[in-house]
């Protein structure tokens, strides 16, 4: 891959015998082979060009088109209306499963919701395509064993109510974790990047700071009963695996997983950034596998 520049110098006008510059519109373009390339207008940060970010962003827009966002589009597309698994890898282990409630485990897993925490939510069942699994925390803030129940739908206002949330724009998705040992539930509100910039602008900024792309990312926000918010923050988005790769040389991070065969399935990766700490302290990558015929 190639980075290159289209009208990045400013150009110099004549008038009354002076040389003035005038800005023009900078392109970045990344080439990738004789026969594809995307590019994009610069981005500016405070009215200065901001190199970085515009290659995190041509990346992006690349991933989308051409790249991993593009290979699982397909993927997906060929799949319509089948009940998967997400096989969640972090360290090069399945850290947990996540199953379709169709499934027999994903049935199995919801009848357990339905008995400790009967009515938490009107219906568990609302789409086929919600999501749960059981696991061992391996990240903070879980403590304990847990249950996952993912919705795919927007919060209720219930919700938003009982979590404390004041969020203008919402992701069609939310998590709930069920602690099986305090029985206490947390919130995982999904928003997406311009939502985050809004509301927690320094994390937001900090957190594109450190994460390869800058485009296609979207983020999840942990909420206790007691309507507070976590300082474990996750940030999901497409990637090639080389491009990760290459990325985490040199830091204390781990490639998800090894098995070169799992790519064409490779969904999201997600990244877990500690504000105390003031790092990203886990990676995983969220393989899809559709089931049945």
Known sequence: MEYQYIDKDPILTHSDNMNIPSARHPII?????????????????????????????????YEMLIGQGKIFGEYR?????????????????????????????????????????????PDYKNRDDNVVS???PLRPPYVNNSISYYDMNFPSDDLKSE???????YMPWYGLKFDKITSTVAMKVVISSPEM????????????????????????VIYNSSKEMNGNIDVYFNASYNVVEKWIEGTHLTIPYTDEDLTPKLWLWGAVYNTELDKITHLKAYIRNYLGD
């Open 29 to 61: 373009k990344l080439v990738i082979d004789e026969n594809n390339s995307v590019e994009r207008p610069m981005i500016y940060t405070e009215n200065v060009l901001d190199d970085i970010k515009s290659r995190k962003a041509v990346l992006s827009d």
């Open 77 to 121: 597309d060929t799949n319509t209306d089948k009940a998967y698994r997400d096989d969640v890898y972090m360290a090069d282990i399945i850290c947990r499963q996540d199953y379709s409630i169709t499934t027999s485990e994903g049935s199995a897993i919801v009848d357990k919701l339905e008995a400790d925490w009967t009515d938490f939510i």
């Open 134 to 136: 059981e696991f061992t």
């Open 163 to 169: 979590y404390g949330l004041t969020y203008t724009n």
């Open 197 to 220: 910039q809004r509301t927690h602008s320094d994390i937001a900024s900090r957190m594109e700071e450190l994460i390869p792309i800058y485009g296609n990312h979207f983020y999840a």
